[in-house]
């Protein structure tokens, strides 16, 4: 069913929904990082928060004028677990360069301190970071009608005004594009995404035809 | 092009029961198939660098009342979340025997009945753990805040009359490690439980709340007060991926059984080998087992675990998604294979169906499992949605030569 942008409707997903307590806060990586301890880590355990923030410097050396500009982000760092690799400490940062539409993965051995293999690609998506949820909430909020729309949302679940997006509940999902989807299909090799976008009340709004755009940095609606 | 053996009934009884003579030694050759035939035999044993590679607290080690013993690391990855590694089994008496090198969620696709939206859940799914309270995660311990490590009764083992009125029994219990994740509306509860009779149950539990999203009559369910609100229903589709090494990464190989015959008296046992990469599908009876034909229990047995998909709703997607339309994939292991579909690596497949295409050979298998649940709302559904689990079974296979218990 078509529906033209201006009917959308935020309707709110379990008016009175009840859930755990969330890690929803965007920020930065390692609330599941190995807790630091004075030993090394043995061969199988997470990568601890110094390993990840060593790897991630060493595997963005070469892009930090590009990151400071914004035209490329480190998604995040995970343990490389090629178990061809035995037991040697690795970590594979994702890169993402919106400015080329590449991917790149950059594996770093922690013992030598270098990066030991790369693999770019386009049309590769892994999924969207906190930093990326955050910036394509910030593009949502900056679109004059979804703005409205979710700050008009925002203030009647909670009774106070929408300050940013860090007082939204976050969570984006890869977005990836039908065979012949005329609105989005420039999202083959775009970086776009759903956006969930959680309410203070602990509803969700539905969003489910909204494509964030974050390499043209524009707001698609789905058409179905 | 798969090896294809059927074998005899008198080969069936002889070679799978494990009856004593030079018959049951060339039975049990023959089961063992046709990889690794010319490995010297094993004893059910870890293998070198099978032991857990971890430290606390991501090192499990579990003795359940019966005195089966479970290993295992397990590491909250920033893609696939809650993930297994290293895991060995140590049956009561028995020794100890390495059984998957890793094992994760490797996709939860949710299409809606009206064709949209279509929706591949796993996000950084490790950064949506929620962290559990004391009580939900009873009886056990907490790890991280994220991740409970408990056990959980599962009913009778066994219960045998000797036919005088005395009867003995026996009480299973699982060892089950479990993280729950909220992504979007839905709240995921992921778990595996060990078993002390060596039997693996990977499921998830879907709970929180529905979308919401409402739909006509064709493709929803009425929700709420009336007639008017129409809840649509949609699909969790879930992967699972397996890397099984069975006492090691060599050796392994994973064999199709089916029972041919229907509206006959007589049922006959077809075996198929898979040597290359390959897709399966689920046919009532079939089941599918990872051997290793060089590591025998004490009957002289090949050592296997055993895979039952039969639970699934059996979602097959359009022609883009060609993922769905299978329940089992195999692939030969490749680090960057990791997801069943939007696989996040460059320079590797997209999705499970492609990196079957190639049909390599097979020489150390990794199993992806799918199981479907198709799920029609109703008005239990009501917030908190109550939790409907999907899931399927991993059991041993002459692992022991006797009762586990």
């Known amino acids: 069913m078509r529906r033209a942008r201006i009917m959308m409707a935020f309707a709110v997903a379990g008016a009175t929904a009840v859930v755990g307590v969330l890690s929803l806060v965007p920020g930065e990586q390692g609330s599941q990082a190995a807790q630091s301890v004075a030993r090394p880590p043995s061969p199988g355990d997470p990568l601890t928060g110094d390993e990840i923030t060593r790897a991630g410097q060493i595997a963005s050396a070469t892009w930090r004028s590009h990151m400071t500009t914004g035209r490329a982000e480190l998604l995040y760092v995970e343990r490389d677990d090629d178990k061809e690799a035995g037991d040697r400490r690795r970590a594979d940062a994702y890169i993402y360069d919106y400015r080329t539409d590449r991917l790149v993965v950059r594996t770093v051995d922690l013992a030598k301190g270098e990066v030991v293999e790369e693999r770019t690609g386009r049309g590769v998506h892994p999924p969207p970071s906190r930093g990326e949820e955050t910036?394509?909430?910030?593009?949502?909020?900056?679109?004059?009608?979804?703005?409205?729309?979710?700050?008009?949302?925002?203030?009647?679940?909670?009774?106070?005004?929408?300050?940013?997006?860090?007082?939204?509940?976050?969570?984006?999902?890869?977005?990836?594009?039908?065979?012949?989807?005329?609105?989005?299909?420039?999202?083959?090799?775009h970086r776009c995404v759903r956006l969930f976008v959680r309410l203070p009340d602990g509803s969700w709004l539905d969003t489910s035809r909204i494509v964030v755009d974050l390499s043209a940095k524009k707001i698609l609606t789905l058409e179905w | 092009?798969?090896?294809?053996?059927?074998?005899?009934?008198?080969?069936?009884?002889?070679?799978?029961?494990?009856?004593?003579?030079?018959?049951?030694?060339a039975g049990a050759a023959g089961a063992a198939g046709a990889a690794g035939a010319t490995d010297p035999a094993r004893n059910a044993q870890a293998a070198p660098g099978s032991q857990p590679s971890c430290s606390s607290p991501y090192r499990i080690d579990k003795t359940l009342p019966n005195g089966a013993r479970w290993r295992l690391c397990w590491e909250m990855r920033t893609i696939e979340g809650l993930t297994l590694t290293d895991v060995t089994y140590t049956p009561k008496g028995g020794e100890t025997i390495g059984v998957l090198r890793s094992t994760a969620l490797a996709q939860i696709h949710v299409p809606y009945d009206s064709g949209e939206p279509r929706f591949h859940d796993i996000g950084t799914i490790g950064d949506d753990a929620i962290a559990l309270k004391a009580a939900d995660c009873p009886g056990g311990e907490r790890r991280n805040q994220f991740v409970c490590v408990t056990t959980r009764a599962r009913g009778h083992g066994y219960l045998k009359s000797d036919g005088e009125g005395v009867s003995k029994s026996v009480q299973g219990t699982d060892l089950v490690v479990f993280a729950a994740f909220q992504l979007g509306w839905y709240t995921y509860l992921v778990e595996w439980a060990f078993g002390d009779d060596g039997a693996i149950t990977p499921r998830i539990g879907a709970t929180g709340s529905l979308s919401g999203f409402t739909t006509t009559p064709a493709h929803g369910w009425p929700v709420g007060v009336g007639s008017t609100k129409f809840e649509e229903s949609h699909n969790h589709n879930v992967f699972w991926r397996l890397d099984f090494d069975i006492d090691g990464s060599r050796g392994d190989v994973v064999e199709q059984y089916d029972f041919t015959g229907s509206g006959t008296s007589k049922r006959k046992l077809s075996r198929t080998v898979f040597d290359e990469e390959t897709k399966a599908v689920n046919s009532r009876m079939r089941w599918w087992r990872v051997v290793d034909s060089g590591v025998r229990n004490a009957d002289r047995h090949p050592v296997s675990w055993e895979i039952n998909n039969l639970a699934s709703a059996e979602y097959r997607g359009p022609a883009d998604e060609a993922f769905t339309r299978a329940d089992l994939y195999v692939t030969d292991y490749r680090a960057c294979e990791r997801l069943a579909s939007t696989n996040p690596t460059p320079?590797?497949?997209?999705?499970?169906?492609?990196?079957?295409?190639?049909?390599d050979e097979l020489t150390d298998p990794v199993v992806w499992v799918n199981v479907g649940f198709h799920h029609v709302a109703r008005d239990?559904?009501?917030?908190?949605?109550?939790?409907?689990?999907?899931?399927?079974?991993?059991?041993?296979?002459?692992?022991?030569?006797?009762?586990?218990?």
């Open chain 2, 380 to 405: 239990e559904d009501a917030d908190p949605m109550p939790t409907h689990w999907q899931g399927f079974r991993i059991t041993p296979r002459d692992v022991t030569a006797k009762n586990p218990y």
């Open chain 1, 135 to 189: 910036a394509a909430a910030e593009l949502l909020l900056a679109d004059p009608e979804y703005g409205e729309r979710v700050r008009a949302a925002h203030l009647k679940a909670g009774g106070r005004p929408l300050v940013s997006a860090a007082d939204l509940g976050l969570r984006a999902l890869t977005f990836t594009p039908r065979p012949g989807d005329k609105v989005a299909g420039a999202c083959e090799t």
């Open chain 2, 347 to 359: 320079g590797c497949g997209k999705s499970v169906d492609r990196y079957v295409a190639d049909e």
């Open chain 2, 1 to 25: 092009m798969f090896l294809r053996l059927t074998l005899s009934c008198a080969l069936l009884v002889t070679g799978l029961t494990g009856a004593a003579g030079a018959t049951a030694n």
